[in-house]
């Protein structure tokens, strides 16, 4: 197992390496764009694009070029936006990235448990007209669109029923878990639920897939002969044997979410999160930025993938020796 | 005389009677298992034999409530040690699994949960009827592991199923099946899955059993050389219904259902006299759909006559009994007659219509 780790956590390191070179030549060495012209912005002077293209190096060769760029990066942590002068990228993805980890955290957190409750119980409850009513509630789920839902939890949170029974609800925002933890929750408790309804059917629907599946399997026969409990047969047998498959969607998942991909829920409910620095600095075309923002998705995305190849060893045991 | 069906019980362990299991289904009401009766002694073996699709597994799985089919209905009676194991609620039966009637099942590649180590497997067993703590399951585990020979079984205790070989799986399985010492094991075709080598060494192993824990077997096969190893009473079954049954040295040395003929001829036997290809019986099974209101095997029987119209019963002894509308006293004469005229014509393939009776539809399936 730990030799797996190990081996699971070089493929990752290499990966990363192979994710950052890519996006520095696809930001910094496409042929045609020159970025020196990006930074110095629209109608700069030659004498300005000269030192622009010192400064940052764009006159070294390629490799240098890279490595410049990634001590800039990670190790002086330097690299200031070409847009708003003087903003280093570092501290804004350091500031932005726990405003998405909460969000996305809580979110999973109650997406995870309210699709093991409506999965399990539908896949128990086949045949009834519970399984069906079930499902339906999780197609709904899936089917509203976040800023959709965000908007609708909002008027009615923020503004209609802002007076009677929501005016517990603080201002839209977000207050950091460090600073006053009841406030953060309450802060993040309709965008948690909101982001956790697009994806509690999905994973509902999955996991009543693959329980059904599984107790079609020879081994629940032969744990019914042993004389189980049918509650039994579903939560040790059936249940632990499904949980392989979702807990791999789960990843792919939570990585993508965590990368930036939870952006419009962070737009609607106002929240400062990597996704909305993604999306301020693609309309600035903030080179620097950028490249920090995709780094850090790739980061999350990354170790989300070796987390859930780790789990995976360690929930199936068929998997430890590739 | 169609009690003689069933010897008379005298601490019989289970008593099966009348046992008939249907499902509806969108093309009409099928019937798996139509009327089948039988008793089991202590410490007998009993072996189920008949082609895929007869009823055996289906008649097994419904004595311990097994089937969750929702269309499945199950009649008829089974007592063991004089409670009916039909009449009985979930929970009385569930308490019966595994403690007083083991199953074990065909393929031991899928039979066990593959995220849980053998030994776990087989301490949950012991723990779902036994009130022993973890360690103590697990050394009993290790005990039995050991028992059913597995090498080393300190260490392989710990091994995950896909670990295991086949014939190891099956061994892990057979003692998960003995580890609360059930009066009855039932195995479903326990050797089907393995080589010719693990196969005998199974055999072997549920014999010594029988003997150590002293348990009664039914076995479930389709293969005849399997029930002659191990079984001292044969149920051989055709179409859901028993077609005969009888103690082992009765059936197999004078066979009297043209079927029993059939399966006994097609096990190769090395002293015989040699045919070209082994006697096979015409035609396959009927479907379940679409089985004969009179004798069932009749569509596919070379001596086929105008009485198998009608339904035979089990008939014809007091412990060897058959469903066949021929005359008893001529039956060995039939049979000789059947094989010399296969070995003379030495394609007993082509043997398939000695009358013409068989109809186009029943064989061309």
Redo the contacts between chains.
Sequence with gaps: MLTFIGRRTAAAVLVLFTISVLVFLIFFATPGVDPAARIAGRNADPATLAQVRHEFGLDRPIPIRYGLMMQHLFIARDLSSFVNRGDLVIPQILHAAPVTLSLVIGAAIIWMVLAFLMGTASAAKR?TAFDPVIMLVGVVGVSIPAYWLGEVVNLFTQSRWHSGIFSWVPPLGYVPLSTNPAQWALHLLFPWLTLAALYAGIYARVLRGEILEALN???V?????????ERRIMV??AL??SL?PVVSLFGLDFGALVGGSALLTEVVFGLPGVGKLTIDSLQNLDLPVIMGCVMYAAFFVVLANAVVDVLYAA????ARRA | MPDAAVPPAGDALLEVRDLTVSFRTRRGLVTAVDGLSFSLGRRDVLGIVGESGSGKSVSMMSLLKLIRDPNARIEGEARFEGRDLIAMRDKEIRALRGREIAMIFQDPMTAMTPVYTVGWQIAEQIRTHESVGRRAAHERAIQLLDEVGIPDPGRRVNDYPHEFSGGMRQRAVIAMALANNPSLLIADEPTTALDVTTQAQILALMRRLRVDHGSSIILITHDMGVVFDIADNVLVMYAGRAAEQGPKHDVFHRPRHPYTWGLLSSVPRPRAERVSRLPTIPGSPPSPLSIAPGCPFAPRCRLRHDKCDERPELAGGIVHVDACWLPRDRRQELRRSLIEKAVSEGDPGDLSEPTDSLSGSDSAR
């Design positions: 045949g399997e020879d081994y026969r032969t744990a019914r002969a042993k004389g189980l409990t040790r047998h632990r044997c392989i929930l199936d045991p068929r």
